[in-house]
């Protein structure tokens, strides 16, 4: 899945820390990178064919350099205008199944290294959108990526993730769920700890191996601060969300759990579409 990403690039200095998260992507089955820059509408009035130049020239040193590290297949794309919606529209045209930004730990996910923001960002894409955490300090060696989290109130907004989250099963030793009442949206009969269990058993038999995968269900708390603790006592790498249609909703969603989790887990955090035809990209 995901075997075809399109990367959000800038040249921070924060730009090691991004590099050494796009190394880990053959773990999540990735087997072509597209780099993209954007310039932004801001710097048009300088000579565009000047500044395009530039920039694939740095593209291509980084492509070159990544190919040899990973073995990924790595090509590149420089655009001209709003930042997020040329993310978007290059994902489209180059066929990649999602996104990937740099999300900084300090500006919670509000800040996107390219001058645009991870928010618009959720809310205009089509397809999953993987934040890696970069705070600008010396990047580290990283594991491989393969202690998936999925976070899911059984709703239909967690479909998507919960789908994704099912196909990274058979690649890794196991996974979590975790799943923080009181369950108001999950759509069964019973009462709400009822259904939620019924929902994950049926995520259990989609799975196929009853190990699968463990499972925490609390009756109450903060779901943020619950993913994150749990994430962190299990050594998860990435956490899986789900995330609201294309309106006033996926603010409030960003706002809360999915901008909490992703301020203060210091881990990928994949945020899934509920409707997605690249969820099992």
Known sequence: MLKHILAAIDFSPAWPQLAAQLARLPALGCQRVTLAYVIAEA????????????????????????????????????????????LVA??????????????????????????????????LADRPLLLAPINGEEAKPLDDICRPLLATDGSEAAAGAEAVFLRFLPQCAGGMVVSVGPWLECPGPGDSRACIEGHIQRLRERAGPPDAFAVELLEEGRPSAEIVRTAEARGADLIILGRRGHNRMTELLLGSTAEAVCRASHRLVLLVPAQSAHSGA
């Open 43 to 86: 710097y048009t009035r300088a000579p565009e064919v000047r500044h395009r130049a530039y920039y694939e020239e740095k593209l291509a040193g980084i492509a070159t350099q990544l190919k040899q590290d990973t073995g990924l297949e790595v090509d590149w794309t420089v655009r001209v205008g709003p930042v997020a919606r040329e």
């Open 90 to 123: 290059a994902a489209a045209e180059q066929g990649a199944g999602a996104l990937l930004a740099g999300s900084q730990g300090h500006g919670v996910i509000r800040e996107l290294l390219l001058g645009s923001t991870v928010l618009d960002l959720a809310r």
